[in-house]
Structure formats: C-alpha cells, structure tokens
C-alpha cells in the first residue's frame, strides 16, 4: 500500500526547534515522574497546538509498553505507540514515536510524545539558563 507523503510549505508549515527548557512529564493519576529532560524539542505544525518531543532515553523506560497501534502522517510518517503504565494502571497509546519520520521532520526521531490528558508537563529554566 503506497502511502503519500507530502511536504510541509506555506499551507501546511512545519517547524521544529530546540526548546531551551527543562521539562518534567509526570503521570495524572498520581504524579510519578515519567520523563525529566533539558534536550526536548518543540514542534509547531500548521494551526495545531505545538508538541513537545522528548529524547527517548530521557524517559522511565520501565512505565512504557510498546503496542500494535500506529497511525500515519502525511508530514511526519508512521508512528507507533506505547502504553503508559503507572501507578498499578495502563494507559493505552497515551505516548508515541516517529522511529523513522519523514524528511522534512528528521530532528524528532528518537523522540516521544505525550497526550496531554494523561500526563501533565511542568517548565522550569534549565541550569544552563540560571547560570548554575
């Protein structure tokens, strides 16, 4: 099955940029840190909210579970998904991956991304921005 792929331009704009703060990802349901990172980079895509994606190895692989579920972007690619599991309970597909996005996107490979009604992300100034 040959799947389109189209390429971002001033109708459908994609950007990805570094996002300069530390941010912490924590579980809903009972506040467990899940993932903790100064590298995470922001993409903003047409007129949808901006996503944070975070370095992989900046997660607690040990609350993740892959799943069979994928889904698939014109602009990003194929993406598949992992459970959250936290505090005694899964939460299905609540993180996905682009293990291999497409070209105009190829900064978020080996990046994760959360759905917001699930975890909750708090910003804080990295150490580098405090002078620490």
């Known amino acids: 099955m040959s799947r389109e792929i189209r390429i971002p331009g001033p109708d459908h704009p994609i950007e990805v940029r ?3 703060n530390r941010l912490r990802v924590t579980a809903k349901d009972g506040g467990e840190v899940i993932a903790d990172t100064t590298a995470a980079l922001t993409l903003s895509e047409a007129d949808y909210p901006p ?3 975070l370095p992989l190895a900046d997660v607690d692989q040990n609350l993740l579970a892959r799943t069979d579920s994928h889904t698939y972007c014109p602009y990003k690619g194929e993406a ?7 505090a005694g ?7 996905w991956v682009y293990e291999r996005p497409h070209a105009a996107v190829p900064e978020i490979a080996g990046h994760v991304a959360f759905y917001p009604q699930y975890v909750e992300t708090t910003v804080a100034e990295s150490e580098q ?3 620490d």
């Open 18 to 20: 570094r996002n300069p």
């Open 51 to 53: 996503v944070d994606y």
């Open 129 to 131: 921005d405090r002078g």
């Open 80 to 86: 598949s998904y992992y459970s959250l599991v936290t």
């Open 89 to 95: 309970k899964e939460i299905a597909d609540a993180v």
